[in-house]
């Protein structure tokens, strides 16, 4: 499918009108999400680790507290990668260990390489993307998009200016169906699809005078959950 036009993906009124008046402190910062601790402490413990969650409830400011010194110490950025993994899968699972294991058997390389792209992160989306995910392929076992956004975003301790946001299955929903990013794949997007899904946010934090880039990024994922929502339901109401 031909790439959709920039003038064809449109944010809806209603998105910008409550956007524009959002609390960020509420949306943002305090955006939290229940992580099973004890589980991922004991994974991640098998490993040879520690730097397991930083709570039982993390909201993203206590993932931001933690990106302080991942741009230039490796194991800082390591810390940063399990919390961001924890905050994208709160559960253990195989997948989970399966990216865990890989790091565990060439941690000093990962952790260089995390460092790097936490340090571009601030200034060259794409080419921090392209560090983790080179010609579409994850550089750790099973550590897609999904995940390693979360790290680049959360890399920008909560700057308000941060290029980097989060690209998952919900916010990839919303871009196609609600605002009509028609070409955008539903996951395993590559390197030139993030920088134009970052550029766009940055066009319409301008656009429309909104305080920050990651308000949008929180609107589109909940409006994929709307939608993921919609649809079980309809195919449930055809069962009955």
């Known amino acids: 499918m031909a790439a ?5 993906i ?10 524009q008046e959002v609390d960020v402190a509420e949306w943002i910062d305090d955006h939290a999400i229940v992580v099973e601790r ?4 004991q994974m991640l413990s098998r490993y040879g680790f520690n730097d397991g969650p930083v709570g039982e409830i993390n909201a993203r400011a206590d993932l931001f507290d ?18 961001s993994l924890a905050w994208a899968s709160r559960e253990t699972h195989r997948t989970t260990r399966l990216s865990v294991a890989k ?5 000093y390389d990962v952790c260089q390489l995390l460092q790097r792209a936490a340090a571009l992160s601030h200034t060259n989306p794409r ?3 392209e560090l983790l995910y080179p010609r579409g392929r994850a550089v750790v076992a099973d550590l897609g998009p999904a995940v390693f956004t979360k790290y680049l ?5 909560g700057d308000a200016e941060h290029p980097c946001c989060i690209l998952d299955g919900n916010v990839a929903l919303a871009l196609q169906k609600t605002c009509g990013w028609l070409s955008l794949a539903s996951h395993g997007w590559l390197a030139p699809a993030y920088e134009r899904y970052t550029a766009l946010l940055g066009t319409w934090v301008e656009e429309f005078g909104l305080s920050r880039r990651d308000v949008i990024e929180r609107w589109l994922f909940e409006e994929g959950r709307r939608i993921r929502r919609c ?5 449930d109401g055809e069962g009955t």
């Open 38 to 41: 004890a589980s991922w402490n």
């Open 66 to 83: 933690l990106a302080k010194d991942a741009s230039t110490d490796p194991a800082s950025a390591l810390r940063l990668l399990f919390n």
């Open 4 to 8: 959709t036009p920039s003038n064809e």
């Open 103 to 107: 790091i565990a058997d060439d941690p």
């Open 153 to 157: 975003y959360f890399a920008g301790g």
């Open 231 to 235: 649809a079980r339901s309809s195919r």
């Open 10 to 19: 449109r944010l809806p009124e209603a998105a910008v009108t409550e956007l």
């Open 127 to 129: 080419r921090a993307y």
